[in-house]
């Protein structure tokens, strides 16, 4: 938004819809009413209404048309100058940073800080599992209420204000500080359950908690809980999907080369990622299928134990 009100459209306004991974269709085409239509750190869409996107997901792709038609908008110069894709990128914010400032001279140095702690929380650059889970810094507090909030009017109002502020005052703001301390308690209580669940056999960490209606939780619980674990495996349910989360370690001392690409695991069963952490999401109903691809992968990543 400050890029392109800064380098692009000064007078424009902006309004924001929040992209998920489900089942089915990603997309609603009548989402897409603006002048332009961005689409960022989310998969690509072919319609004619987007405008901009911007992504780093090895598995960007749904299809490979949607592939097709992103390499056909490269060879034509005015889409290619808006339409970017780098998986080498540790976070998408950082991608967006580069070629906003060296493509259209986007000043980064006042949103320095939210780039530094994006690359963070998006590679998962946690110096270690304590901070990761413990969630001591205000991006951290901040990147829960974030995941964790239900209320379609938050995001929209919290975006201006992480351009325009520092973490700790966006925190501080009367409509997200009374947020934090029920959020924390959650946060508390999914670490007990997951600590109740989770089993580490063969360098892989599994849990399944989908008898308790969950939204989303701290992806870093299972490693500060089981940290000689390699991998970790997830089963989860929310309000509209079912959820196999698939990741691995950031702390682990195995060997990179002897590590599975779990993006490509995951595109197996409609899913995809990064090559260090991705997942699959199923209908709601349909937590048989879900528990089924998560027993294949957990069986999988236990033969393939980079530390044996």
């Not at 070629?99 to 000043?107: L, V």
């Not at 009017?153 to 703001?173: D, G």
């Not at 619980?221 to 509209?240: E, M, N, Q, V």
Request: hydrophobic share 40%.
């Amino acid at each position: 938004m400050r890029f392109h009100r800064e380098c692009i459209a000064k007078d424009a306004t902006y309004e924001y819809r929040g992209l998920v991974h489900r089942a089915g269709a990603l997309f609603d085409e009548s989402d897409f009413t603006g002048d332009e239509n961005a689409i960022v750190d989310f998969k690509y869409s072919a319609s004619p209404r987007i405008t901009w996107w911007f992504d780093h997901h090895q598995s960007a792709f749904l299809t490979a048309q949607d592939h097709e038609h992103f390499l056909a908008c490269q060879r034509d110069p005015g889409c290619a100058t808006r339409k970017f894709f780098d998986p080498e990128y540790t976070s998408c914010t950082s991608f967006l940073a580069h070629i906003a400032s060296t493509r259209f001279g986007f000043n980064t140095v006042p949103v320095a800080d939210l780039i530094h702690w994006a690359n963070i929380v998006d590679g998962a650059l946690y110096e270690s599992p304590q901070a990761a889970v413990e969630m001591a810094a205000p991006a951290m507090k901040l990147t829960l209420i974030i995941e964790s909030t239900q209320d379609p009017e938050f995001i929209p109002r919290l975006i201006p204000l992480l351009t325009e502020m520092p973490l700790a005052e966006v925190l501080a703001q009367p409509f997200v500080a009374p947020l934090l301390a029920p959020l924390m308690e959650r946060h508390r209580e999914a670490i007990e359950l997951i600590r109740e669940r989770s089993e580490e056999r063969d360098g892989t960490i599994f849990f399944d908690i989908t008898d308790h209606l969950m939204e989303g939780f701290n992806k870093f619980i299972p490693y500060y809980l089981h940290p000689r674990a390699t991998y970790s495996i997830g089963l989860s349910k929310s309000s509209f999907r079912t959820k196999v989360a698939v990741g691995s370690n950031p702390w682990t001392k195995a060997d990179p080369a002897k590590m599975v690409n779990l993006a490509q695991v995951c595109e197996r069963y409609g899913g995809g990622g990064h090559a260090r952490v991705g997942a699959i999401s199923f209908p709601p109903d349909q937590a048989d299928h879900a528990r089924a691809a998560a027993a294949e992968i957990v069986a999988e990543l236990r033969a393939k134990n980079p530390l044996k």
